[in-house]
T-cell receptor, first 117, second 113 residues
Framework: EAGVAQSPRYKIIEKRQSVAFWCNPI?????LYWYQQILGQGPKLLIQ????????DSQLPKDRFSAERLKGVDSTLKIQPAKLEDSAVYLC????FGSGGSTDTQYFGPGTRLTVL | AQSVSQHNHHVILSEAASLELGCNYS??????LFWYVQYPGQHLQLLLK??????LVKGIKGFEAEFIKSKFSFNLRKPSVQWSDTAEYFC???????????FGGGTRLMVKP
C-alpha cells in the first residue's frame, strides 16, 4: 500500500514570497490533515479536511495560510506571503475515517522542509 | 483544551540499557493515546496506540507502553535498547470527541553502540 506522498521535499524562499505544498493521501482515506512542525517541537495541527470539507482550521493563520482539497483527494497548502517564522516542516497525514472514528490512526507523509530567508 | 507533556527532551543510553520515556496529558475525558517515532531522515511512524482494554500495549520493535489513567500517563518502555532505536519519539493524544491529535514536544533518544 502506498503511503502519503508530499512534494516538494525541500523549499527555500525569501520572506514575502509565496509557496505551495502538495499532498496525496493514502487511497481511500477520507480525512486529510496538515501539520506544522517547528524545529524542536512536536507537530501542530493547522487544518483538517474530511473529504472536501474543512473540519477544523482553528489553528490556521488565515491571513497568510490557505488550503484546499477540491475533489476530496489530494490537497494543497499555500503560504502567501511567507514570514521568517514560517520556517518549519509541513507534514501531511491521512486517516481512513475522520471525526468520531474512535479507532482512527493517522499516517504521515515525509514532510516538506521550508526555509524562509 | 488537551495538552501533552514529555519531560525528557534528550536521552542518551548505551546499548542494552532499559528505556522509559515519560508522557503526561491533560484532558478530563476519554482519550486515545499514541507513540510515534521519527528515525533520522524518515517520516513519522506509528509505534503503538491505546484505544481501550488492556492498559499495557505492545508495539513494534519490542516497545510497550502503559496507560495509567489515574496519573494521566502513557509512558513508553523498552527493556533493552539498540543503536537502531536512535530516533525522536513523540507522544500524542486524541480525545474521543474528534480526531484532533495533540503532540508532545518530543524526546530525542541517542543510543551509543
Amino acid at each position: 500500500e502506498a503511503g502519503v506522498a508530499q512534494s516538494p521535499r525541500y523549499k527555500i524562499i525569501e520572506k514575502r514570497q509565496s509557496v505551495a505544498f502538495w499532498c496525496n493521501p493514502i487511497s481511500g482515506h477520507a480525512t486529510l490533515y496538515w501539520y506544522q512542525q517547528i524545529l524542536g517541537q512536536g507537530p501542530k495541527l493547522l487544518i483538517q479536511f474530511q473529504n472536501n470539507g474543512v473540519v477544523d482550521d482553528s489553528q490556521l493563520p488565515k491571513d497568510r495560510f490557505s488550503a484546499e482539497r477540491l475533489k476530496g483527494v489530494d490537497s494543497t497548502l499555500k503560504i502567501q506571503p511567507a514570514k521568517l517564522e514560517d520556517s518549519a516542516v509541513y507534514l501531511c497525514a491521512s486517516s481512513l475515517f475522520g471525526s468520531g472514528g474512535s479507532t482512527d490512526t493517522q499516517y504521515f507523509g515525509p514532510g516538506t522542509r521550508l526555509t524562509v530567508l | 483544551a488537551q495538552s501533552v507533556s514529555q519531560h525528557n527532551h534528550h536521552v542518551i543510553l548505551s546499548e542494552a540499557a532499559s528505556l522509559e520515556l515519560g508522557c503526561n496529558y491533560s484532558y478530563g475525558g476519554t482519550v486515545n493515546l499514541f507513540w510515534y517515532v521519527q528515525y533520522p531522515g524518515q517520516h513519522l511512524q506509528l509505534l503503538l496506540k491505546y484505544f481501550s482494554g488492556d492498559p499495557l500495549v505492545k508495539g513494534i520493535k519490542g516497545f510497550e507502553a502503559e496507560f495509567i489513567k489515574s496519573k494521566f500517563s502513557f509512558n513508553l518502555r523498552k527493556p533493552s535498547v539498540q543503536w537502531s532505536d536512535t530516533a525522536e519519539y513523540f507522544c500524542a493524544v486524541k480525545n474521543n470527541a474528534g480526531n484532533m491529535l495533540t503532540f508532545g514536544g518530543g524526546t530525542r533518544l541517542m543510543v551509543k553502540p
